[in-house]
């Protein structure tokens, strides 16, 4: 299928571009079965949940980045997580990247991707950006993989990292993550386009490495360091 250009973006209405707006907050991914970090404020489906979301769909998985959840937009950044200005240092070279590509996002389209400009509790070694992209929304829809692929080429940004696709299956998290020692785990979604607001758990789900979760460790913000880029 040919990825449409970015010159000719889809008509919006009012209330689509409403919708857009509501859901620059990018919603809570629920945990698949056999997902080993899971806290009480998580959701996390069921065996038989899982099998009748996913039954008959084509799946991509892709890298779980340990990263700062960064919405953006032509009009607007932020992180998920942080209200009001978006400055902090660590935030700092994510606001140069938007301002160069903000003219370029059609109205009415969200980017959704990992910050690794500040260190977590993953340290990677081998970071290729300290940016990737793993969803876009144009309105209500989460599009498809192939256009977020396609459209994130065209902005110049990387997606995060593909480790398979095919069926539902219960898969091993990866020892290693692409870009370091250790892989935080993977989020698995359905590769065509689906709705967020009716349709979410039906088609995305993540699985996280036990020991992920350490609420009682200090809050990485607190001790902010900044990671190594392999091009920096």
């Known amino acids: ?131 990737y992209v793993f969803g876009m929304t144009d309105g209500s829809e989460y599009l498809s993989f192939e256009d977020v692929s396609g459209y994130a080429a065209e902005l110049g940004l990387k997606v995060a990292p593909t480790i398979k696709i095919g069926p539902l299956e219960e898969l091993a998290i990866p020892e290693t993550s692409e870009f370091g020692p250790v892989c935080e785990g993977y989020v698995v979604r359905n590769v065509a386009s689906f709705q967020v607001l009716d349709e979410w758990e039906q088609n995305i789900g993540k699985c996280v490495r036990e020991g992920h979760v350490q609420p009682e460790s200090e809050h990485w913000t607190k001790r902010w360091k900044r990671a190594r880029i392999n091009w920096q």
């Open 1 to 131: 299928m040919k990825i449409p250009s970015f010159e000719q973006p889809r008509k919006k209405n009012r209330e689509a571009q409403k919708e857009d707006r509501e859901l620059l907050k990018f919603p809570k991914i629920p945990h698949l079965p056999w997902s080993c970090s899971v806290t009480r404020d998580d959701r996390q489906m069921t065996p038989e949940q899982a099998v009748e979301n996913f039954a008959g769909k084509t799946l991509v998985y892709l890298e779980k980045m340990d990263g700062e959840n960064t919405c953006m937009s032509s009009d607007q950044i932020r992180a998920r997580s942080v209200s009001g200005a978006y400055g902090r240092p660590w935030q700092a070279d994510m606001q140069k990247r938007w301002e160069a590509i903000r003219n370029d996002i059609p109205e009415g389209f969200t980017i959704y991707g990992e910050n690794m400009t500040g260190v977590h509790s993953v340290e990677y070694g081998n970071l290729t950006d300290f940016f």
